[in-house]
């Protein structure tokens, strides 16, 4: 199938879990559980199929797929994986089997008592949906915390500039583009912020899941 729409595609995943069409392609890319387009390549309806949300890796032993076909799932893609978590994505079973074990064991050693193990990470897929879709407007669900309480990796929106989102990493706030990261500021006096990342993600990190950054986040 000829491609339909001739500019960029509505694929790109914020922190906040919008989705929007620009250029930039993104690291890393994953989907929402099915097929959330049109024929003509647009987006319909509510932006998801089910609780499956997944982040995954742009190449995976030679397979190639043309973007938006019918009835196929709709390809998202993303800065890098903090930007995927903070938008509700964990990590693929399949294509990312290596780190989505790793996330699973940090996620169970803070969640789970000692010996137990997870028996589904639909487990893991029903409580992130209760945490990153607010029920009634179907937008992004936050929380509000003290920056002190955050580990590395998660986003977070400051009550002065609630629409620019900025990762929290290394002791540094880094401001967050869809081209990669264009400046960083030392974390503020312990104010209130509203973490964008879900929750049980962020105690994830905390219990030793580091999410990968994009490599600009060194030069800010």
Partial sequence: MARVNPGPLQNRVDPFGAIHAVSERGTMFGNRGGCMHTESQQLRGRPWTN?????????????????????????????????AFAA?????????RP???????????????????????SHIDQIAHRERIDRLTKTQKTARVRLSTLPDGVFVALDAA???????????????????????????????????????????????????????????
């Fill in 162 to 220: 609630r629409d620019e989102p900025r990762l929290l990493w290394r002791g540094r706030l880094h401001r967050w583009s869809f081209a990669g990261y264009t400046g960083s500021e030392p974390i503020p006096r312990d104010d209130a912020a509203t973490l964008l990342t879900p929750p049980s993600f962020a105690v994830a990190f905390a219990a030793g899941y580091e999410p990968a950054v994009h490599i600009s986040v060194r030069s800010t």
């Fill in 99 to 121: 780190d989505a074990r790793r996330f699973i064991e940090a996620w169970s050693s803070a969640y789970l008592p000692p010996g137990q193990s997870l028996r589904t990470v």
């Fill in 88 to 96: 509700g994505h964990r990590p693929c079973m399949e294509c990312r």
């Fill in 51 to 83: 609780e499956r949300w997944i982040c995954c890796v742009l190449e995976f032993k030679g397979r190639r797929r043309e973007l938006m076909q019918p009835g196929r799932y709709t390809e998202l893609f993303f800065l890098d994986e903090a930007t």
